[in-house]
């Protein structure tokens, strides 16, 4: 166990000023680390110091901008291993994939913000105006505990590009990578002020942060629920505010489908981070007369994963984050059982062969219909809901017939038909036959599951005003 100091203001490290936390061990529940959680007083600190550092930063050059976020990324490339280590034990991501999600894929995504940044048109001409974007100012940025650092990279980095000054508030749950960032930060040179960093709890640090006059913007990722607060905090300062929340995505099997391809897809694709990812394909939608096949395949796919510790290299699923996760997962498996599912694999049923105090689910698959409420909201855990439907246009209904729409998949032999039912998917981003993630398009909701985007030029763009001078 070891003591932490949870802010970074104006260039140094301290103690916060708020209630005493910890952070404890998605693997076997020990305790990894404690510390003083930051307090209104250090958010108050911390937006005044982006704010004082706001001019100078945002009269920095491009090209000096682009260097520093390319020795950021080369810094957290070559602690990748230690990164993905430590998210393994506070968040429960498999250490074979930890390094992977938490270090190069945040590096590349640092890249490709420097990349986009190198590229960018701050200005143009249109008719007789000139059209200026500039940076809006001190940037609030809040993550959430499954992605830490991957949020972090896109949100306080294309702020940092845009020329904003940022204060970055992680969920205290899981902080121990954002920390690790931050040294990276200092280690590659960013000025003392440019990002300042209060790891507390929304009660203590968040709402405090949103409702900083010398806030311009606000970026949270989280839950609907929260998003909703922090919308209803912002707007008496008229503060802009971007959010990243919930999602029920579906993966739409059609009829002329491969399932040998994606059935097993659709399942890594609820499966990742152990199902604590907003954008799990956590609904598969399949034709009633392929469904014993599906099933089938799911279920041998289940019986091949290795459910256990996630500090061990042959583990496929670890555990959730945190035991009130657990309950809550567990939960809405039981409720879904009462209201008639059909468990297909997995089940409520505890992980023995997995480390005592530790936060484990079996990977679940049940066949549920679109009204059940495990159908409708958004689980977080490793739990695959397999609807089956009679027709296409059912299947398109079921897949738009929820409060979100973050992400998704189509399946079809015929790449035509699976993009023109893409095209009528009411979601953010739609992954064709198991076309790839790109983190150079734009990723964010319809619907509850938010606004504003992340990633490339569309990241960017979320931290610029943008001002009209007439020639």
Not at 174 to 197: D, K, Q, R, S, W
Not at 233 to 259: C, F, M, N, Q, Y
Not at 404 to 428: E, F, H, M, Q
Not at 444 to 450: D, I, K, M, T, V
Request: proline content about 5%; charged content about 20%.
């Amino acid at each position: 166990m070891q003591h932490v100091r949870a802010t970074y203001i104006d260039g140094r490290w301290g103690e916060g000023s708020g209630p005493e936390l910890e952070v404890g061990s998605a693997a076997d529940g020990s305790v990894l680390a404690r510390f003083r959680g930051a307090g209104a007083d250090d958010v108050e600190r911390a937006c005044a110091a982006a704010d004082a550092a706001w001019p100078a930063w945002a009269a920095t050059s491009v090209a000096d901008r682009v260097d520093l976020l390319r020795r950021t990324a080369d810094l957290v490339a070559k602690r990748a291993d230690e990164l993905g280590s430590v998210a393994a034990q506070e968040v429960g991501t498999p250490v074979r994939l930890a390094s992977t999600v938490h270090g190069h894929l945040v590096a590349a995504t640092v890249r490709d913000v420097a990349t986009t940044l190198e590229a960018y048109a701050f200005e143009e001409r249109i008719g007789n105006s000139l059209i200026l974007r500039e940076p809006i100012g001190v940037a609030a940025a809040i993550t959430a505990w499954n992605y830490p650092l991957y949020q972090l990279a896109t949100k306080l980095v294309p702020a940092l590009a845009a020329g904003c000054t940022v204060v970055l508030k992680p969920s205290e749950v899981a902080p121990l990578t954002t920390i690790a960032f931050f040294e990276v930060l200092a280690e590659a040179g960013l000025p003392a002020g440019v990002a300042n960093l209060v790891v507390g709890t929304g009660a203590e640090a968040g709402e405090a942060l949103v409702t900083d006059p010398r806030v311009g913007i606000v970026s949270f990722t989280g839950s609907t629920q929260t998003g909703a607060r922090i919308a209803e905090l912002a707007a008496p300062g008229i503060t802009r505010v971007t959010l990243e929340l919930g999602g029920k995505s579906a993966s739409v099997v059609l009829d002329d489908a491969d399932l040998a391809q994606a059935v097993p897809a659709s399942l890594r694709g609820c499966l990742m981070n152990n199902g604590q990812t907003c954008a799990a394909l956590t609904r598969l939608i399949v034709p009633r007369s392929r469904l014993t096949e599906v099933e089938q395949l799911l279920a041998e796919a289940v019986a091949q994963l290795v459910t256990g510790d996630p500090r061990d290299d042959a583990t496929d699923v670890g555990p959730v984050a945190s035991a009130v996760q657990r309950e809550r997962v567990l939960g809405h498996v039981r409720g879904a059982l009462a209201e008639g599912a059909v468990l297909i694999a997995g089940g409520p049923d505890p992980v023995a062969e997995a480390p005592a105090g530790g936060h484990y689910v079996r990977p679940t698959v049940l066949r549920v219909e679109p009204h059940l409420r495990i159908a409708r909201e958004e689980v977080f855990g490793p739990v695959l809901c397999v609807i089956p439907v009679d027709s296409e246009e059912e299947a398109v209904a079921v897949a738009n017939g929820t409060d979100y729409g973050l992400s998704g998949a189509v399946w079809s032999g015929d790449p035509d038909r699976a993009l023109a039912v893409a095209r009528r998917l009411r979601t953010g981003q739609v992954a064709v036959n198991g076309g790839p993630f790109n983190i150079s398009a734009p990723f964010g909701g319809y619907q509850r599951s938010g606004y504003g985007r992340e990633g490339g030029r569309f990241g960017l763009e979320e931290y610029f005003e943008i001002k009209a001078v007439q020639l």
